[in-house]
């Protein structure tokens, strides 16, 4: 698992693990370190209490016991998130509405006041995950996702998640040292990410706003020492040619206004060019494309015959590159290469493949 790799990268060894997560101990300031360093994880939630219920009041009478006076403010605001498989909830928004009453009713008798509630996810966040007769409440430490970079104002028409993006580039172990060329670069998702690690700027250093910033535990000290190593981490060498090209002007332009905010722009290239065109440095290093797929953007085109053009061009131009696509499961056949491996992914509802190709000049000799 991506996020597992990345942890323990950070000195964190995980626990346990199931396929929406990692389980961990460790402290407040490690978790902070979390917040500011994962580029992969959504979330980071701080277990605050186990409910037995088997329906919306029984979901009340439990978590209106806990003390939510020592972590929310009664003149605060707090937003309620949920993941619901019970049988007697229909509408997840009732189970929302059931724990936000046990919050503020709480807080209410043992401090005199009620806090704000509401969708606002940029406060204090609460997080539900109730399966059965079995509810799980969480403090969301990041709020909004960790995803949510701040850098990409314009997000162009089908972006991907800036998390999915950081476990591709891990995935294909880029670290700045060779050179990077990115087609395809709609909003610059892709280029900008590999930027910030290429630098070894902490992604969480963009974010001016953190859910645990709003709790009563918040230790702004310690934060502010998390904030201040992570910004020592920096990495002084300048990175490998990182190349950007889009046949769309106006995508270019948003790459490129994108990278600006991301304070990484001076290191990205950008072209205006059909892919088949993008400029290519003498030394090989890593290609990444990220084409059309049907659900994604335009249907009436041909994006069989697109495909075979991507797979012409690494075949023909990328000769002992290391060529990775990521498409729509069935696109991905298209492409005409053997692929060492497909990894799967979700972009939204899509099923897509992240597959990698091994481009050799010539005839590659059977061993």
């Known amino acids: 698992m991506a996020l597992e790799t ?38 980071v939630l701080q277990r605050f209490g186990d409910l037995w219920a088997k329906d919306a009041d029984g979901l009340y009478e439990g978590a209106v016991t806990l003390p939510w006076e020592r972590v929310i403010p009664a003149n605060g605001y707090v937003c309620v998130t949920s993941v ?20 503020v009713d709480r807080i209410a008798e043992r401090m005199g006041g009620r806090p704000d509630a509401g969708p606002r996810n940029d406060r204090a966040v609460v997080h539900l995950y109730w399966k059965h007769d079995e509810a799980r409440v969480w403090l969301n430490l990041s709020g909004r996702k960790l995803s949510d970079r701040g850098y990409r104002r314009i997000p162009g028409a089908a972006p991907l998640r800036e998390s999915i993006v950081a476990a591709m580039l891990q995935e294909t172990g880029y670290d700045g040292s060779s050179p990077l060329v990115v087609p395809f670069c709609g909003s610059g998702t892709i280029a900008i990410e590999a930027a910030l690690i290429a630098t070894g700027r902490a992604p969480g250093l963009l974010r001016t706003n953190m859910g645990i910033e709003h709790l009563l535990t918040f230790d702004e000290s310690t934060w502010g020492r998390a904030r201040l190593a992570a910004k020592k981490v920096r990495h002084k060498s300048v990175p490998a040619p990182i190349i950007v090209s889009d046949l769309d002007e106006a995508m270019v332009e948003a790459a490129r206004s994108n990278a600006v905010t991301a304070g990484v722009d001076q290191l990205l290239s950008f072209h205006c060019c059909d892919f088949a065109h993008t400029p290519l440095p003498e030394t090989p290093g890593t290609i990444i494309m990220h084409g059309e797929y049907g659900e994604r953007l335009d249907t009436s085109g041909d994006l069989a015959g697109e495909y075979q053009r ?19 499961r069935q696109l991905v056949g298209k492409v005409g290469l053997k692929a060492t491996h497909r990894t799967p992914y979700r972009n939204g509802e899509i099923d897509c493949r992240f597959a990698h190709y091994e481009v050799f000049a010539g005839v590659r000799e059977e061993q």
Do not use: Y
């Not at 991507?310 to 729509?328: E, P, Y």
């Open 6 to 43: 990345e942890l323990a990268e950070l000195g964190l060894p995980v626990d346990r693990r199931d396929h929406t997560g990692v389980e961990l101990e460790c402290t407040m300031a490690q978790a902070m370190s979390v917040l500011l360093h994962s580029r992969i994880a959504f979330h």
């Open 84 to 103: 619901v498989d019970n049988p007697t909830i229909r509408n997840s928004m009732f189970a929302n509405v059931r724990l936000k009453d046990a919050i």
């Open 310 to 328: 991507i797979g012409d061009f690494l075949k023909q131009r990328c000769a002992g590159w290391d060529a990775w696509v990521f498409t729509d």
